[in-house]
């Protein structure tokens, strides 16, 4: 028998105490002086023998109590023969991990990190499984172990450095802390085909440049058993600057092109040109110093010429010396208005749509009566529908609306007039009727799930109470939407009426239903004066506008992407949509009949791209992401903060200190499985048990003789 913790044997002494108290005799205190004994001489009672135990068992008992008390915190167990720690198998696992990024593409980088892994290759030993995994913006297998299990060392080692020799840097950024992550769950997923525990190692090639996205390990936990090892691969020469293009502010009606030339910390130059991509553009010489970025506008160009990228000269390296700009024209999109509402009526809610429409920088909207619209071109199709007032001669016209997909409105001032509106979009079955509001109406409860009001759901944004209401209809004989549940089908929720937002009395205040392929929306009541202060709020723009990209009409996209973005299509209708798409690529080449339901994301260079629909092209500038262009060092001490065991930094530990480590844990596991302590415990209360029933016996015993008991006893 053996314990884990032996020093607790300390406290056995503890059963000292019991045999103490058992020889102590009290003396009695104080002392009553006695009249009749002042003429009597002192004499002190005669020793004849010390203190002496009364009680044996009760001593007994107690002692024992005490000393299996402390026998069990010693955690007994019994000692069986201790194998050796299983140490890990023979076979183990490296994964290769290369960088193929942009930032490879310097001068000097790929041939010499191609040379390092093809001389850490040539070390490897034979019982060593190699795998090949490449990564940029993504992390892509390009020889993994299961597709290489079934071959010979020999062969697998071919077959890599075959595979290796094929790779090439791409455009894309670099996501150095997505494919570590992703790599080393793999490997630690790979432990499990092994009884034993398999040594693995990551070995990252790489220029390790500071651009590069770490992100990803923070909240990831680094297994304590996978080390990593680093081939830094360096340029030629460090100088290097880029070129990025400044988004412009195109609602606050700035169209000036802007580019930002940064350069590197480690850079050695710092005088630039920049000029447009024609040999009829002027240079325009820039300062930059290492470490810093510069906003400029580029050199304007002569008349007549015309050019669609800038480029930057004067450093080593011209990877990311290139940005391109798509010629784009503010799209335009048709809102339909039908009501009778003159355009300078400040009473109607047509005034407020116009003046709003208005004023839109980035996308021109243009809001006209049906009969001045003309509906046989494709860019002409309205994006939305107000419909305010019942006019027959509409119907043909929702009808079409509504079969090819799109949205109609619902904003009338009068409940015979809501009526009417839900009679032209097939809803005739609901029941409408002036609400009687005794001083104003307030929005009490929104679905900010539902797109509409998605962009609301933040708490800054949530607060709808200081809209007041003054009048609204109801709406009665809704089919809602009842709460999903597992028998329920999708058809039978998409087809019920939603209710976007309520009154604070419980009526519905905007509600959204399908009808045909399109959707109807309804307010219950509008934004003119007569009807509320809506108009007058900061929310009413916002709604408006997300009204209009729920409906298909505004498609959000930047004027530059970078490379591997995918790019939505310009938008169309359902019944246009159906016909596919065309691409042009950057090299002049098409690629036709692609689907419109997703959007395009086959970007794996920089250049414009020309997205291709019925009746509408339009170009999309693509280039190198910002991040690539910050070349100098990453701090390797930046990734030792993430908890990466790297190779070589790190003292090993002791052999002898480790397998003694293990052999104290697998007695832990053993004492566990024993659980001798829990048995002791047992033996412990039946002892104060039995020491409680010998102390009232004793006691009672006592007290029959006519003898006071002693506290021992």
């Known amino acids: 028998m053996t314990w ?63 000393a299996l008390l402390a026998f069990a915190f010693t955690r007994p167990l019994w000692r069986v023969p201790i194998s050796e720690p299983e140490q890990g198998s023979q076979e183990q696992q490296l994964a290769i991990l290369v960088d193929t990024s942009a930032s490879m593409r310097r001068e000097g980088v790929w041939n010499d990190l191609i040379r390092q892994i093809e001389e850490r290759l040539s070390t490897v030993p034979p019982q060593m499984r190699v795998a090949l995994y490449r990564f940029d913006r993504n992390m892509v297998p390009v020889a993994d172990f299961a597709e290489l299990k079934s071959l010979e060392p020999a062969a697998a080692r071919e077959l890599i450095l075959a595979r290796l020799r094929e790779l090439r840097p791409t455009w894309q950024a670099t996501r150095l802390g997505e494919a570590l992550v992703e790599v080393a769950s793999r490997l630690q997923d790979l432990q499990s085909e092994f009884s034993r525990p398999v040594p693995q190692k990551i070995c990252l090639a790489s220029d390790l440049q500071s651009g590069a996205e770490t992100v990803s390990l923070q909240g990831y936990e680094w297994p304590d058993d996978l080390s990593l090892e680093l081939i830094v691969a360096r340029p030629t020469s460090p100088s290097n600057a880029g070129l990025q293009v400044v988004e412009p502010n195109q609602e606050g009606a700035d169209d000036v092109l802007r580019v930002r030339v940064t350069n590197a910390t480690d850079s050695q130059k710092e005088q630039f040109v920049i000029r447009w991509d024609t040999p009829q553009s002027p240079e325009l010489p820039v300062y930059v110093p290492p470490g810093q970025s510069r906003i400029i506008v580029p050199p304007k160009l002569p008349a007549g010429i015309a050019a669609t990228s800038v480029v930057l000269s004067g450093d080593d390296d011209d990877f990311d010396n290139r940005v391109v700009f798509a010629n784009r024209t503010p799209e335009t999109r048709l809102v339909l ?56 001669q509409t119907k043909g016209l929702i009808s079409r609306h509504l079969s090819q997909g799109g949205t109609i409105l619902i904003v009338s001032p009068t409940s015979e007039g809501m009526r009417g509106c839900l009679a032209l979009c097939g809803r005739d079955d609901l029941l409408v009727s002036e609400a009687n509001v005794s001083k104003y109406a307030m929005l009490g409860e929104i679905d900010f799930e539902n797109p509409l009001f998605a962009p609301f759901a933040e708490a800054q944004f949530s607060d709808f109470t200081g809209i007041r209401f003054w009048q609204h209809r109801q709406l009665r004989g809704l089919k809602e939407a009842a709460p999903k549940s597992g028998d329920d089908h999708p058809s039978d929720t998409e087809n019920r009426d939603r209710v976007l937002a309520r009154f604070d009395d419980g009526d519905p205040a905007i509600v959204e239903f399908p009808a045909q392929q399109g959707k109807v929306i309804v307010f219950a009541a509008g934004w003119q004066p007569a009807d509320s202060q809506f108009a007058r709020s900061s929310k009413f723009p916002m709604l408006m506008f997300r009204l209009l990209e729920h409906s298909g009409g505004i498609t959000a996209r930047s004027g530059n992407q970078i490379v591997g973005s995918a790019l939505a299509w310009p938008s169309t209708s359902r019944a246009e949509s159906a016909t596919g798409g065309r691409v042009q690529l950057p090299d002049g080449t098409e690629i036709d009949s692609l689907p419109m339901e997703e959007p395009f994301s086959e970007t794996p260079t920089p250049g414009l791209y020309t997205l291709i629909v019925p009746g509408r092209a339009e170009q999309v500038a693509v280039n190198l992401a910002p991040e690539e262009s910050r070349t100098s060092p990453l701090n390797v001490e930046q990734l030792e903060g993430f908890g990466l065991a790297l190779s070589g930094r790190s003292p090993s530990e002791d052999p002898a200190a480790r397998r003694q480590r293990e052999q104290q844990l697998q007695l832990v596991e053993l004492e566990n499985s024993q659980k001798l302590w829990q048995r002791v415990l047992l033996a412990v209360i039946v002892l104060l048990l039995i020491e409680t029933l010998a102390s009232g016996w004793s006691r009672s015993r006592a007290v029959q003789a006519g003898v006071h008991p002693s506290p021992t006893t």
């Not at 020093?7 to 002086?33: C, D, K, N, S, T």
């Not at 009501?339 to 047509?350: F, L, N, V, W, Y």
């Open 4 to 66: 884990l913790y032996s020093l607790y044997w300390l406290g056995a002494l503890a059963a000292a105490g019991p045999v103490i108290f058992h020889m102590w005799r009290r003396m009695p205190r104080g002392e009553r002086p006695f009249s009749t004994l002042m003429f009597l001489s002192p004499s002190p009672p005669r020793i004849t023998s010390r203190s002496r135990i009364e009680n044996w068992l009760l001593m007994l008992l107690r002692v024992a109590a005490l």
């Open 337 to 392: 208005y039908c009501g009778s509402e003159k355009p300078d009526d400040t009473t109607g809610a047509r005034f407020y749509l116009d003046r709003l429409f208005s004023a839109s920088k980035q996308i021109q909207i243009e809001l006209r009566e049906p009969d001045s619209a003309n509906m046989a071109s494709a860019d002409s199709q309205p994006a939305l529908v107000v419909l305010t007032d019942p006019d027959p």
